[in-house]
């Protein structure tokens, strides 16, 4: 059964698409194969890796702060629950519940991520612009903001980078793991039976195809056209600044990234909920005085 599942989560991992430091997700492919021959952790590492995941931080009044660490994934799944990663799915309840919530005056995302699958990320990335227009919306690499974390981190109102980190790591990809020569060592011959001219393309049991390598070309070159339109979007700026420039793929220390204007401040997470709860306070005595304004002219005429 455990053995099911974990073919089942090989196939998930090396058929998707990746805005994720290469790194992180080679770590995550051995921990794949080292489950799936049959390995597994103790209880001793299970409880070590668990006692290692950050903490997450606590709001001021009026300032809601969301963590967004670790691999970021469409839906919560075992690669996430042992690295303390972010599901797209469950974070955009939570950005939703505190868009929507009038006690809280401002949101920071603070993020610490080498980012992830791009699964859900386009849309999670449309619904912070969107929420700029309902409240200021700050984002904080703390200290790593790269693939898919700092396409999400760039929708924010503001972006901050603390001292010591990293933005950037702009791109895409897919991998292919071909096994075949491993099973023809082992004396093992698969044969796929299947119905589609390219249902079985991609399979690990035989080399990648000409026609199969440009189809995973062509996917990977339409995500990496979302993340740079998005991105674009978000900072405001140019598609092909973003593509000739920003890193093409590396990610960039603080001082480069607000050179290049990737972010617009180096901070620390502490001063971006300072600056988050002194907008708020703004935007409270704006109304106020809107809306003291507003009364007058209605019972004075003025």
């Given at each position: 059964m455990a053995e099911l599942l974990y073919a089942h989560l090989a196939a998930f991992f090396y058929s998707e698409v990746w805005a994720v430091q290469l790194p992180k997700l080679e770590a995550m492919r051995a921990a794949l194969e080292f489950l799936r021959t049959g390995n597994r952790y103790s209880?001793?590492?299970?409880?070590?890796?668990?006692?290692?995941?950050?903490?997450?931080?606590?709001?001021?009044?009026?300032v809601a702060v969301l963590p967004l660490y670790g691999v970021i994934s469409h839906r919560a799944n075992l690669v996430n629950g042992a690295s303390g990663g972010t599901s797209v799915q469950q974070f955009t309840k939570v950005f939703r519940q505190a868009a929507a919530d009038p006690?809280?005056?401002?949101?920071?995302?603070?993020?610490?991520?080498?980012?992830?699958?791009?699964?859900?990320?386009?849309?999670?990335?449309?619904?912070?612009?969107?929420?700029?227009?309902?409240?200021p919306i700050l984002a904080v690499a703390n200290s790593l903001a790269a693939s898919a974390a700092y396409w999400l981190g760039a929708q924010a109102s503001e972006s901050?980078?603390?001292?010591?980190?990293?933005?950037?790591?702009?791109?895409?990809?897919?991998?292919?793991?071909?096994?075949?020569?491993?099973?023809?060592?082992?004396?093992?011959?698969?044969?796929?039976v299947s119905a589609g001219k390219y249902k079985t393309e991609g399979s690990p049991f035989e080399p990648l195809s000409e026609d199969g390598r440009d189809y995973l070309q062509g996917r990977v070159?339409?995500?990496?056209?979302?993340?740079v339109r998005d991105v674009a979007e978000g900072r405001g700026v140019e598609a092909d600044l973003v593509r000739s420039g920003w890193g093409?793929?590396?990610?960039?220390?603080?001082?480069q990234a607000k050179a290049e204007g990737m972010v617009d401040d180096i901070a620390t997470l502490d001063e971006v909920i300072?600056?988050?709860?002194?907008?708020?306070?703004?935007?409270?005595?704006?109304?106020?005085?809107?809306?003291?304004?507003?009364?007058?002219?209605?019972?004075?005429?003025?």
């Amino acid at each position: 059964m455990a053995e099911l599942l974990y073919a089942h989560l090989a196939a998930f991992f090396y058929s998707e698409v990746w805005a994720v430091q290469l790194p992180k997700l080679e770590a995550m492919r051995a921990a794949l194969e080292f489950l799936r021959t049959g390995n597994r952790y103790s209880a001793e590492e299970v409880a070590s890796i668990m006692a290692a995941r950050p903490a997450q931080a606590q709001p001021l009044p009026s300032v809601a702060v969301l963590p967004l660490y670790g691999v970021i994934s469409h839906r919560a799944n075992l690669v996430n629950g042992a690295s303390g990663g972010t599901s797209v799915q469950q974070f955009t309840k939570v950005f939703r519940q505190a868009a929507a919530d009038p006690s809280i005056g401002a949101i920071v995302l603070d993020v610490d991520s080498p980012g992830g699958s791009v699964s859900g990320v386009p849309e999670l990335a449309a619904e912070i612009r969107a929420a700029r227009a309902q409240k200021p919306i700050l984002a904080v690499a703390n200290s790593l903001a790269a693939s898919a974390a700092y396409w999400l981190g760039a929708q924010a109102s503001e972006s901050y980078v603390i001292p010591s980190g990293e933005v950037g790591s702009i791109g895409v990809y897919a991998m292919h793991q071909d096994e075949s020569g491993f099973y023809d060592k082992a004396g093992v011959k698969t044969t796929l039976v299947s119905a589609g001219k390219y249902k079985t393309e991609g399979s690990p049991f035989e080399p990648l195809s000409e026609d199969g390598r440009d189809y995973l070309q062509g996917r990977v070159d339409d995500y990496y056209s979302m993340f740079v339109r998005d991105v674009a979007e978000g900072r405001g700026v140019e598609a092909d600044l973003v593509r000739s420039g920003w890193g093409e793929g590396r990610v960039l220390g603080a001082q480069q990234a607000k050179a290049e204007g990737m972010v617009d401040d180096i901070a620390t997470l502490d001063e971006v909920i300072q600056r988050a709860g002194r907008l708020v306070r703004d935007n409270a005595r704006l109304k106020g005085e809107l809306e003291l304004r507003q009364y007058q002219a209605k019972r004075f005429g003025s």
